[in-house]
């Protein structure tokens, strides 16, 4: 599709440039083409059948957690994948995995969503909670540390909380909802602050392959306008508000450019994550060594896995534990073991602070 | 479903410096902008570097947030020049017998780049001409400006007014004297250039890759006047600002392999090696340094970009307005890609070469298979393709026309935004190249088909390509 060309405005109805038999209702975003609903619901589900079977997601017989949040991308993901799952016999057991992180006016709302779409979907539900596993919500988080770092602490406790319960529901693998838009996002991202050990990774579909729980994003190559527009025809239940204690995220940025840039080339988006997976890095010798956090027994490089690292300073009431730079084996942890020879102060000690 | 969250100690490559300078940065903007309310100590007007002239900031000659505030004037310039010379020197950019082309665009990079090019042979001569034995020639310099009058629309009187003002620039860079070269960008045709290429450029409807062809027949023009004329390095003002919006327009185009092709500080895949000097240097001090040293730029001669590279323009100014660092970083990242075996000046045995500065150049410490050169190029833009970019010749049927072929060993990015989608003006459009792209194109292919056919050349009972 060329760029912005003045095209002349055709007069009455167009046909389906798919099946040229029924009235096309919708412009395409990722190619601009003019199709019906029925053939744009038939090229959505066909592409995401085409990434699962060609990047081998899943095999006959795995469980299957799909982390749901109650949003479009995850309800999206719900519905569609149980659709496939049934049209191509992908033999998979699918369930529905949730996170509370204990949001009031966000979180609950959004559960609610999930509920509804376990009934309506028949995918068997279950919520982790921040207050079980780790006895804090979020808000108790914010209320201590204000909204700096919060997306830290709620981003390493999400992870861990999807690791467990998909540990509790004993699946092989997890599926989430992570869009083109996202991980085009994601790469600009990447570049732009210096993150070569993540540009590294960040395209791949599959990740995690060597730790408890393999994740993949079957969504990888699925525009977010699409999944809206899908979501929209097929008039699919879902939760949209942003998190109530999400800040000016740096984020923002790469999702402005990407609007704009999709709006002169839609195939820009796809055009940024071909690149990622084709740009070259040298794997550098020094990789950290997997072991098990001392103290819960997740996996972890540290003695101390982040989510434990955090939660001792929550729980002394230190929230600057953990946050900031590395200096040596688990930050702060050290200086823990002098303070109680009275030798340093932690609070003086600001390892800087991560705004972005 | 996107989340932001990215701060993490899991020993990613985070940009360590980044923080901590912008913190610093920080306490030195809120001290110089606070200004003559506060009755400051001596040491902070002075500059950083010599801590004996004042700081440009407090001269009251710059009000901008950063480095080049806290210099003065002599040390900013100091600190430039050395950038300049650091990139010559490592890098093996200029030896004693070379001759060297200057693109001059008439902005104010290629103004700077002119100018450190001429300080540096200006001081080789005066060691030449102070030397007993003489036995170190002094490098040749000659600066070309590729005239596009032909495709842009600028008042035939202001042009021929920047070229005077041009020729007397160059004519006081002097001595050592120095040839200026204007170069009609139709020169890339033999004949009937003029027609040709707006008629080439016509056959492409994407804005972007209307702007990207023009881009590639600048270099062909440069390349082919430097090659008739004995050049043997081409010179080009190239600076992190402008790198840094390559990075992010390539990584749009889907160009995450070959771009770390055209970031280096050397790129010899072309006839006459590219060199980038200018590589570590900020537009912004760039710019700076022509107003403050009195160094005449012709900005009436540079047009704006459109479409995709404007955009990316835009935004890459955006993110420097927010963080003066964000350029440094983004070139820093694209940096750490692997680069191309013709990404450094190749070694020569030439003896005339000055054992000193071939030890000076860095090496990369490229493995082994990392430096296999790659196969093939696109024609067009001349950047490497992957292996999965490679042709399948094998998929082309008999009766593929030449255009076809053509179009086939271009890269995704030419073939998407360059290429014209029809057959039928995709013909026109082949018969409207310039002979170098052709050429180029078909010794690939060529090379393509006899590697295929070595390979199968035992079992192949005639000689002949259609089996009789």
């Known amino acids: 599709m060329g760029e912005a060309e003045v095209k002349p405005k055709k007069a009455g109805p167009v046909q389906c440039s798919i099946c040229s038999q029924r009235r096309a209702a919708l412009k395409r975003p990722k190619t601009l083409e003019q199709i019906c609903r029925e053939c744009f619901y038939a090229v959505f589900e066909e592409e995401i059948h085409r990434v699962v079977v060609d990047n081998q997601l899943f095999k006959p017989g795995e469980r299957i957690a799909i982390g749901a949040s109650g949003g479009k991308d995850s309800t999206v993901l719900a519905y569609v994948l149980s659709e496939l799952n049934r049209r191509h016999n992908y033999g998979l057991d699918l369930f529905l995995l949730s996170v509370d992180e204990g949001i009031t006016g966000y979180r609950d709302d959004s559960l609610e969503t999930v509920k509804r779409n376990e009934i309506q979907y028949g995918l068997p539900l279950k919520v982790v909670s921040y207050k079980d596993l780790y006895g804090w919500t979020m808000d108790e988080i914010v209320k201590m540390i204000g909204l700096k770092n919060n997306c830290t602490f709620c981003g390493v406790f999400r992870r861990q909380a999807l690791d467990r319960g998909a540990a509790m529901l004993k699946v092989d693998k997890l599926a989430t909802g992570h869009n083109a838009d996202d991980i085009a996002e994601t790469v600009l991202l990447n570049i732009l602050r210096g993150d070569i050990a993540r540009l590294s990774r960040c395209t791949s579909i599959i990740t995690g392959e060597d730790g408890p729980i393999p994740r993949c994003k079957p969504f990888k190559y699925t525009y977010e306008k699409e999944i809206v527009m899908y979501a929209y025809f097929k008039r699919l239940d879902y939760f949209s508000t942003e998190c109530i204690y999400s800040p000016n995220a740096y984020r923002g940025f790469a999702r402005e450019f990407i609007k704009d840039l999709e709006r002169i080339r839609p195939r820009a988006i796809l055009d940024i994550i071909r690149s990622g997976e084709k740009f070259r890095i040298s794997t550098s010798a020094k990789m950290p060594e997997q072991g098990t956090c001392e103290r819960c027994g997740y996996i972890s490089s540290q003695k101390w896995c982040k989510a434990c690292v955090l939660l001792e300073g929550l729980n002394r009431g230190l929230p600057k534990l953990g946050i900031g730079r590395t200096r040596g084996l688990n930050n702060g942890l050290e200086c823990d073991t002098k303070q109680s020879n009275g030798v340093k102060n932690i609070q003086s000690k600001q390892c800087g602070t991560l705004d972005f | ?468």
């Open chain 2, 1 to 468: 479903m996107a989340c932001g969250a990215g701060n993490c100690q899991s020993g990613c490559f985070r940009d360590d410096d980044d923080s901590v300078v912008t913190e610093k940065k920080k306490l030195t903007n809120r001290t110089l902008s606070s200004g003559s309310d506060i009755d400051l100590p001596n040491h902070h007007n002075l500059c950083l570097k010599c801590k004996v002239n004042e700081t440009l900031a407090s001269s009251g000659t710059v009000s901008v947030d950063g480095d080049i505030g806290r210099f003065c004037f002599d040390c900013f310039r100091g600190n430039l020049f050395g950038k300049f010379k650091l990139a010559v020197t490592s890098n093996a950019m200029i030896s004693p017998t070379d001759n060297v082309l200057v693109a001059f665009s008439g902005g104010p990079s290629s103004r700077v780049a002119l100018q450190f090019v001429h300080e540096m042979q200006h001081k080789a001569q005066k060691n030449f001409d102070a030397s007993r034995d003489r036995s170190l020639p002094v490098f040749g310099v000659g600066v070309a400006f590729v005239d596009e009058s032909a495709v842009s629309r600028i008042p035939s009187d202001e042009f021929d007014k920047a070229i005077q003002d041009m020729k007397s620039i160059v004519s006081n860079l002097a001595p050592p004297d120095k040839a200026f070269h204007v170069v009609p960008i139709e020169s890339v045709y033999s004949s009937n250039g003029r027609d040709r290429l707006e008629e080439l450029l016509n056959a492409v409807k994407d804005v972007t890759g209307k702007e990207d062809l023009l881009q590639h027949l600048r270099m062909l023009s440069l390349q082919k006047n430097a090659y008739e004329n004995g050049y043997t390095k081409l010179l080009l003002g190239s600076c992190t600002s402008r790198i840094a919006c390559h990075v992010i327009s390539a990584t749009v185009k889907g160009q995450g392999y070959s771009l770390p092709a055209d970031i280096q500080y050397v790129d010899a895949r072309w006839e006459i090696p590219v060199v980038l000097p200018l590589r570590d240097c900020l537009a912004q001090e760039l710019n700076m340094l022509c107003r403050l040293d009195g160094l005449k730029t012709m900005e009436v001669l540079n047009s704006p970009h459109s479409g995709i590279n404007g955009l990316v323009a835009s935004f890459v100014t955006l993110l420097q307005e927010e963080n003066p660092s964000r350029e440094c970083t983004i070139v820093r990242t694209a940096g750490k890609l692997t680069p191309f075996h013709f990404n450094q000046i190749p070694e020569s045995d030439d003896s005339n070469v000055h054992l000193a500065s071939r030890r000076r150049q860095k090496k990369f410490n490229l493995k082994p298979n990392e430096s296999v050169p790659p196969e093939s190029y696109c024609p067009i833009c001349n950047s490497p393709l992957s292996k999965s970019d490679h042709i399948n010749l094998s998929s082309l049927g008999s009766d593929q026309t030449n255009a076809d072929i053509f179009g086939a060993t271009c890269c995704p990015s030419c073939q998407f935004q360059i290429l014209p989608k029809e057959p039928v003006s995709m013909e026109h459009f082949y018969s409207l190249l310039p002979q170098q792209f052709v050429v180029q194109a078909k010794d690939r292919s060529f090379s393509m088909q006899r590697q295929l056919r070595e390979q199968i050349q035992d079992f192949l009972l005639s000689d002949s390509e259609d089996g009789t």
